[in-house]
């Protein structure tokens, strides 16, 4: 049973997940069709490191609209993916029909502990989101890979130029293609 401070803290993520859900789902198609790809290269980089091959179950947290779920798929994973995004899922689930993908919060996974022998997040854990890989562990069987990347700081990784530039000629539409 809850307190009352738990329950409005309760609350407040809650707000928080669905209104960062909001913003980065805005332009969908826009970051689906025109930028996710930028991230390719860290996506084969990590799943050499997390060993994605065939028959593993790799979750993908923050998995936005499910590019790197639908190439390890194609390399025989069981895949499943978790995002705020109503509007990221939606593309995810139609380039990943058979993956197990949820509109939720990175903060509470709806698995059961010991679900996943990898665990990966894109760009998507951010400075404060500590708890996220706690559940991260959570979720992972015992001796299981967590393959995390973030932007660095300086050329080439610093993509704020980008992102600035991306959100000054995104388009409004919300519906994916
Ligand atoms: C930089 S994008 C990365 C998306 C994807 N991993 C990629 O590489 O294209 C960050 C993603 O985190 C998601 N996100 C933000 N807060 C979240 C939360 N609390 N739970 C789940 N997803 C979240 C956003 O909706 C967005 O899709």
Not at 13 to 31: I, L, M, Q
Not at 63 to 70: E, I, N, Q, V, W
Not at 71 to 79: F, I, L, N, Q
Request: aromatic share 8%.
């Amino acid at each position: 049973m809850s307190n009352i401070s738990d329950t409005t803290a309760d609350a407040d993520r809650e707000h928080d997940w669905r209104e960062a859900g909001d913003a980065w789902g805005h332009a969908a198609n826009d970051w689906a069709y025109l930028y996710e790809h930028y991230a390719l290269d860290v996506m084969v980089a990590i799943f050499q490191q997390i060993g994605i091959a065939d028959g593993v179950r790799v979750l993908d947290m923050a998995c936005g609209s499910g590019l790197a779920l639908r190439h390890a798929e194609a390399m025989g994973a069981t895949t499943a993916g978790i995002d705020a995004a109503a509007t990221l899922v939606e593309i995810a689930r139609d380039r990943n029909p058979d993956a197990d993908l949820r509109l939720g919060s990175m903060f509470e996974l709806p698995w059961e502990d010991g679900t996943f022998d990898a665990v990966m997040s894109i760009n998507g854990i951010w400075g404060g989101c500590e708890a996220a890989l706690a559940e991260a562990n959570r979720v992972l069987q015992p001796g299981g890979m967590i393959g995390l990347s973030f932007w660095g700081t300086g050329t080439p990784n610093d993509l704020r130029g980008c992102f600035k530039a991306f959100a000054r000629h995104a388009s409004r539409s919300t519906s994916p293609a």
